[in-house]
């Protein structure tokens, strides 16, 4: 059997398999040994341990339980409603303001946590019922959210461009890097929006009131004081002063991304204890088991999607699909559509860290000779798998924001999120015509490649 036609049967077998509903995981590891047994020596199933180990025992992916633990203790804490609280009294005065201060919340609680439904989780809990009690639409509401909290893959330190920067072999930093000017331009984007959306609501609002309708939160004047914004700030600033000394110490060269990692963890469960009085054990008891969980399930996701990808590489399934790709003598434009569009409709159906895990093998030998930049494509591709978070059928955190907000059906959330899909896109383009968004700040500070 050719490396092509063995590679479709791979490709069928593994949806039959995902869509049977076993565990992401599960699937990947039990078609990888299954074409290792059919189609490889016997003697290679006694290295599925070994193999899975080996890809594993990076110093890389150390970094994630880490950045996890840094997550949950700043996300079940109050910090992230403190950090949403105190940017809706100082930006109230801006016509959609509240909308705005939701966008910054997830940016700043994103950098902290690196974590989309983490991010969605703990801005929205405390951001969807304000937004709602203030007259803002159940769509609008949950849209911005679930658009905010996806900037928890982009912003540094993001997860998934851990996974990305270990199956690319492309430097963390730089890629972290990157991912700052796509993520600023994505918060003025969607701050944007907010204001044009907040102005549009307001006017019907008042329109219904002029006109004898019952008079709108929109409409009713909120204030706060100076005092009152100055003693927002002390909750705050502790957790933005990490924000700031992890990126220092990562981006100025004094820790590795695994001792940022460990460094970050560390003091966000010192701030905790100290500005919430959360030490004791019963207390930090939800911390750990959630990282735990959590870090269990990535790991054994990346642990299979890595045996998965190695069987792939020894079939000369991954060479194949590169090098037919090749031969399709497809412009370099038109290269980068077909397999943005390929990341897309892998969106509907998977997360993306077994996109990255699953797909890298196959589409980077093709962009690299098509003289793409990877540091650059993995921001793209960030980007692309952000959407696949909030559209359906998968749309993990639309799911996350109807579990938040149960009153608000499925088709609000899916209404709410659209506008936001295409801000997205917009932003694909401009860093298609300027890749300098994404390249500048690296280039300027680690030199150009």
């Known amino acids: 059997m050719n490396p092509l036609t063995l590679g479709v049967l791979y490709g069928i077998v593994t949806l039959i398999v995902m869509f049977s509903g076993m565990p992401i995981a599960f699937a990947l590891g039990a078609v990888a040994t299954g074409f290792m047994y059919f189609f490889m020596p016997a003697a290679s199933l006694d290295t599925i341990t070994q193999n899975v180990y080996e890809e594993m025992a990076s110093i890389t992916l150390l970094s994630i339980p880490l950045f996890i633990l840094k997550g949950a203790a700043i996300g079940k804490s109050p910090a992230g409603r403190d950090l949403y609280s105190a940017i809706h009294a100082w930006l109230h005065k801006v016509p959609g303001g509240l909308g705005i201060a939701n966008v ?50 982009l912003l540094p330190p993001s997860i998934t461009m851990i996974l990305y920067a270990v199956a690319a072999e492309q430097s963390l930093g730089r890629l972290f890097l990157a991912g700052i000017g796509p993520g600023i331009l994505l918060v003025l984007l969607f701050s944007g929006y907010a204001v044009y959306r907040a102005r549009r609501e307001y006017k019907i609002a008042y329109a219904a009131y002029q006109q004898g309708g019952e008079k709108s939160a929109y409409l009713d004047d909120e204030h706060f004081n100076f005092s009152q914004k100055v003693e927002m700030l002390p909750r705050v600033l502790p957790f933005v002063t990490l924000l700031i000394g992890v990126m220092v110490a990562l981006y100025g060269g004094y820790a590795t991304p695994s001792e940022t990692a460990g460094l970050g963890a560390l003091l966000a469960m010192v701030l ?178």
Request: net charge positive; hydrophobic share 60%.
């Open 272 to 449: 905790i204890a100290i500005v919430y009085g959360v030490w004791r054990p019963k207390q930090i008891s939800p911390f750990i088991t959630s990282t735990i969980k959590e870090s269990t399930m990535l790991l054994f996701i990346i642990g299979m999607s890595l045996l998965y990808s190695y069987v792939m590489s020894y079939l000369h399934i991954s060479q194949s699909a590169a090098q037919w790709v090749v031969d399709l003598h497809l412009s370099k434009w038109m290269l980068l559509s077909v397999i943005l569009l390929m990341v897309i409709v892998f969106g509907f159906f998977l997360p993306p860290v077994s996109i990255i895990l699953m797909m890298c093998p196959i589409i980077l030998p093709p962009l690299k000779v098509a003289g793409f930049d990877l540091i650059w494509f993995g921001v793209v591709m960030t980007i692309v798998m952000e959407m696949g978070l909030i559209h359906p059928p998968v749309g993990l955190n639309i799911f996350v924001i109807k579990n938040i907000a149960p009153d608000i059906s499925l088709k609000e959330i899916v209404w709410g999120v659209f506008p936001f899909l295409l801000l997205m896109l917009a932003a694909v383009i401009l860093l298609c015509i300027f890749p300098q968004i994404a390249t500048a700040f690296p280039d300027m500070l680690m030199g150009v490649k």
């Open 104 to 153: 910054f919340a997830c940016a700043m609680f994103a950098a902290m946590a690196g974590s989309s439904p983490a991010t969605c989780s703990a801005i929205g809990s405390a951001g969807i019922p304000e937004m709602r009690r203030r007259g803002y639409s159940p769509g609008f509401a949950a849209g911005i959210i679930a658009a905010g909290g996806t900037l928890g893959i």
